[in-house]
Nanobody
Framework: QVQLVESGGGLVQAGGSLRLSCAAS????????MGWFRQAPGKEREFVAA????????VYADSVRGRLTISRDNAKNTVYLQMNMLKPEDTALYYC???????????????????WGQGTQVTVSS
C-alpha cells in the first residue's frame, strides 16, 4: 500500500504561482511513477503531468507545458507540481497518483494508477 497526501493548494490570482506537494508513505516510493491529475466541477478528471521512477523523465499535458513543472525528491518521498502563470481554467481539484508496473505510454491514463490522494483545491481568480 502507498498513502498519498497532497498539500499546497489555495486561492491565487491569475498570473500567480503555487507549489503543490504530495507526500508518500508505505512501500518504496522511488519505484513508482508519479502523476498529477485534476478535475474541475462538471468535468472529467484529466492528466496534468507525470514523472517516471526510472530516469526522472517527465510528460505534460499540452495545456500546461511551459507553465507547470513536475519534480520528485525520492529522499523525501515527495513529488511536487510547481505551477506558474496560472490561469482561471487551471481551477480544479488536483490529485497525485502512483503507479508501479505500467508502460510509459500509459502515464497519461488515470486508470493506470493504483493509488490516489484525496486532492487539494486550486482556485485561480481572474
Amino acid at each position: 500500500q502507498v498513502q498519498l497526501v497532497e498539500s499546497g493548494g489555495g486561492l491565487v490570482q491569475a498570473g500567480g504561482s503555487l507549489r503543490l506537494s504530495c507526500a508518500a508513505s508505505g512501500r518504496t516510493f522511488s519505484s513508482y511513477h508519479m502523476g498529477w491529475f485534476r478535475q474541475a466541477p462538471g468535468k472529467e478528471r484529466e492528466f496534468v503531468a507525470a514523472v517516471r521512477w526510472s530516469d526522472g523523465g517527465t510528460v505534460y499535458a499540452d495545456s500546461v507545458r511551459g507553465r507547470l513543472t513536475i519534480s520528485r525528491d525520492n529522499a523525501k518521498n515527495t513529488v511536487y507540481l510547481q505551477m506558474n502563470m496560472l490561469k482561471p481554467e487551471d481551477t480544479a481539484l488536483y490529485y497525485c497518483a502512483a503507479a508501479q508496473y505500467i508502460s510509459y505510454i500509459k502515464l497519461r491514463e488515470a486508470g493506470s494508477y493504483e493509488y490516489w490522494g484525496q486532492g487539494t483545491q486550486v482556485t485561480v481568480s481572474s
